[in-house]
């Protein structure tokens, strides 16, 4: 592979990371008159981006380390195939970024860690909009709403305060104190959700992996490459950074890092130590729809969502504490399935396609986006947890800005890369 070349007012930008951030961040830094080469180890949405559940979740602003978490954590995580849950084989690797969790759920930082989760949704809402425009996108969405259901009025009621949240952030939604009226919206939900709270502004992708692809066909339409490469090890020079990859040296002008789960080794090339854990998620795609799914359907207190995949449907959810490295238990897999055939009568569970999927996370739910200290031609963002899809189109335009020198929309400081002080 040759170096990336210089286009008049623009300078040579390397990508690396080809999932929805990477390809987003790509499209944008083409579309400000850079030279824009994307490297990804395995292609485009080849990883987490390929089998997510294709939510733009823009109404999810609370971060996962809240006040009292750790009262709850302990149950949760005994349990193995619950919502949340520790390999026993990963426990002393994750105590670092756990005691970063726990100062992250103390509450002045998580009212913070709100705050800057909600503005950073406003951009990327609006800037989804703008993208969607942009590449004739609207075909490949879904407007559809999204339904959280409750079992019993006291479950419901402890949802109240996080709707009472969402309100005070401008996000729309209706609470729903009926079965009856839960069926107008989704019927044929079993008679165990008897509330549930419905954001009528909630979008979907047909299919998240076909949106990646999609915004890849047009960054390479307006002369972008996509070259397949692994990138083991970066270094700043003065006027450029260098990237070892088994097929040689490659430099760029700047470097933008959105590898997801795989960004923090790159970063610790640099000697930025960065938190950065990952969510393995898992799921089940079936071809075809047994059931009449009308929105997008979350199961709060089971940790797992039922969406529309294409013509089928996909089943997935929850959040396994592993790491890269471990074997996946699809098990998980199995349970969830198991719940959907329970609560959606009549559908088949039955001749799925199983998939796990890292997502790469902060201790504070925030994605590192920002300038690398010790490498300032080396830009990251990455982090972003659950919600890459969500986010992605805005810190695209973060990362444009901040390649650009501009200020940027945001104040960057809660999402600095070593807000964490560098050491993990």
Not at 207 to 216: F, G, Q, R
Not at 378 to 394: C, E, K, P
Request: hydrophobic residues 40%; proline residues 7%; aromatic residues 8%.
């Amino acid at each position: 592979m040759s170096e990336s070349s210089n286009q008049a007012g623009g300078s040579s930008v390397i990508v690396i990371g080809a999932g929805v951030i990477g390809v987003s961040a790509a499209l944008a830094l083409q579309q400000q008159g850079h030279a824009v080469t994307l490297l990804d180890r395995r292609g485009v949405a080849n990883e987490t981006s390929r089998g997510n559940a294709g939510a733009f979740a823009f109404t999810d602003v609370e971060p996962l380390a809240s006040p009292g978490i750790l009262f709850k954590a302990p149950k949760w995580l005994l349990d193995p195939l619950g919502p949340l849950s520790l390999r026993p084989a990963y426990a002393l690797k994750m105590l670092p970024w756990a005691r970063h969790f726990y100062a992250a759920s103390r509450p002045r930082r998580y009212k913070a860690s709100i705050s800057a989760q909600a503005q950073l949704m406003k951009l990327s809402r609006a800037a989804l909009e703008r993208l969607i425009a942009r590449v004739d996108g609207e075909p490949l969405m879904r407007r559809e709403g999204q339904l959280q259901v409750y079992e019993g009025a006291t479950e419901y009621r402890a949802s109240l305060p996080a709707w009472e949240l969402r309100r005070q952030h401008g996000i729309a939604f209706d609470l729903i104190e009926s079965p009856g009226a839960i069926a107008e919206i989704q019927p044929g939900l079993a008679p165990r959700f008897t509330h549930a709270g419905f954001t009528p502004d909630w979008m979907n992708t047909v299919d998240p992996k076909l949106w990646t692809e999609h915004l890849a066909a047009c960054f390479r339409a307006a002369g972008g490459v996509i070259d397949t490469s692994d990138v083991v090890s970066m270094a700043q020079q003065s006027d450029a950074v260098v990237l070892q990859t088994p097929a040689g040296v490659l430099q760029a002008d700047q470097v933008v890092v959105a590898a997801g789960a795989w960004s923090h080794r790159l970063a610790r090339t640099l000697g930025d130590r960065i938190p950065l854990e990952t969510e393995r998620g898992y799921n089940t795609t079936f071809p075809t729809r047994s059931f009449d799914l009308r929105t997008h359907v979350t199961f709060n207190s089971h940790g797992f969502v039922v969406s529309k995949i294409g013509d089928g449907l996909r089943v997935g959810g929850a959040v396994e504490l592993g790491g890269l490295e471990l074997p996946p238990s699809y098990r998980r897999s199995e349970v969830l399935v198991q719940k959907a055939v329970q609560f959606l009568p009549g559908f088949d569970g039955t001749g799925g396609t199983q998939w796990m999927g890292f997502r790469p996370s902060m201790p504070d739910s925030l994605p590192a986006i920002g300038r690398s200290p010790r490498a300032d031609r080396v830009i990251y963002a990455f982090g972003h947890g659950h919600l890459g899809l969500t986010q992605s189109a805005g810190t695209a335009e973060l990362v444009a800005d901040i390649v650009a020198r501009r200020s940027p929309a945001l104040d960057l400081a809660p999402y600095a890369p070593l807000r964490f002080g560098g050491r993990p």
